[in-house]
């Protein structure tokens, strides 16, 4: 019985030190997420800007025209997906991932049709052990990435849509909606296809004429909201590995409980045997 | 007094908000002087300083590149990919990146994508540090 309770001893002081590692990753998200929330708020206001100006442009009766708002017959669909780099996030990952799988799997016969342009370690293995077709890669983000760090992956995407090398182009990603709620999204990007005239945005002269100012910048706004989606994603992750952390401690602190309670009882029941054996030693000499 | 709103954002944050008496700025077809009650108007910038003159004779000059310019009656927004104060830049930095790219323009052909890179970023670095005052 002995070697029983040296065994439990070292599973509750076990399951103790998990426990410690993962409050403090709960509480390390936490902080991250908060700053993760700012930035993505901070980030607003260049791309709601943006977005006003282009609607503006392009529902105008300029009647400016720029390939990146006409939809063309789709050949071929590329993908942007974003993932994180490091795990122990619930299912953060694994959703995102189930879900572009299964688009693909919908609606594309052969690997011709579609290329995935993927940012996040988890992500890049994930595609590269399935040997799906992967145009742009990006991994080792920071956990407050900066518009330039992604610009490759953002421009090589609206690149490709430009050159004609893909005929629409998807985002998918999860969308923040609380710290304890991420929803898997899938945004088609391009081309750019609601336009809406915004209520009270003036009439603009454009410099040199619209066209122009279009060909600058409706590229400019597909990067800015790949850039947007990365951040809400950011703050996904982190709501994401809270959570799954939170739950991780609950979990450990169930197991503890009930550990110690195996605990005593077989120390208790080792008690008993010894003085059952004392007494009946005792009583044998008599 | 006749004052315009300015405003100077890029992807991360908001970068110089300010009220101006003109706003000088050098756009796509050469350099436009913005005053109160302008036209509408959108044009992509260079990359070169936007200089703010305010009423109180103060100036303020911000170092913008990949940049666009959105102009109302009573505001300016400038939408920019980097955009930095004077106090923020980097001098050593950009003495290394100016220094890099003139090495660079000396070495490669003209028509090389690699020249209109080197231009690029001789062109940011000079910005730079023509707002630091350097």
Known sequence: MAGGLREIKARIKSVQNTRQITKAMKMVDAAKLRRAQERAEAARPYAEKMREVVMSIAAGTSGAKHPMLDSRPVKRTGYVVITSDRGLAGGYNANVLRMVSRTIAERHKSQD??????LGRKGRDFFKKRNYPISEEFVNMSDSPTFASIRNVARGAVQMFADGGIDELYLVYNKFVS?????????RLLPLADVEKVEGTPTYDFEPSADEVLADLLPKYAETLIFSA??????????????????????????????TLFYNRARQAAITQEIAEIVGGASALE | MNTIEVEIVTPERVVYRGDARI????????????LPNHIPMVTPLKIAPILVKKHDGADDKIAVSGGMMEVRKDKVTILAESAELAEEIDVNRAIAAKERAERRLAESGKEDIDFK?????????????????K
């Open chain 1, 113 to 118: 049709e579609y290329t995935i342009f993927v």
């Open chain 1, 230 to 259: 990365l951040l809400d994603a950011k703050a996904s992750e982190h709501g994401a590995r809270m959570t799954a952390m939170g739950n991780a401690t609950d979990n450990a602190t169930d197991m503890i409980e009930r550990y």
């Open chain 2, 23 to 34: 706003v000088v700025a050098r756009g796509a077809e050469g350099d436009l002087g913005i």
């Open chain 2, 117 to 133: 890179r080197a231009q690029m970023s001789l062109q940011r670095a000079m910005t730079r540090l023509d707002v630091a005052g």
């Open chain 1, 179 to 187: 710290a304890i709620q991420q929803e898997p999204t899938e945004l």
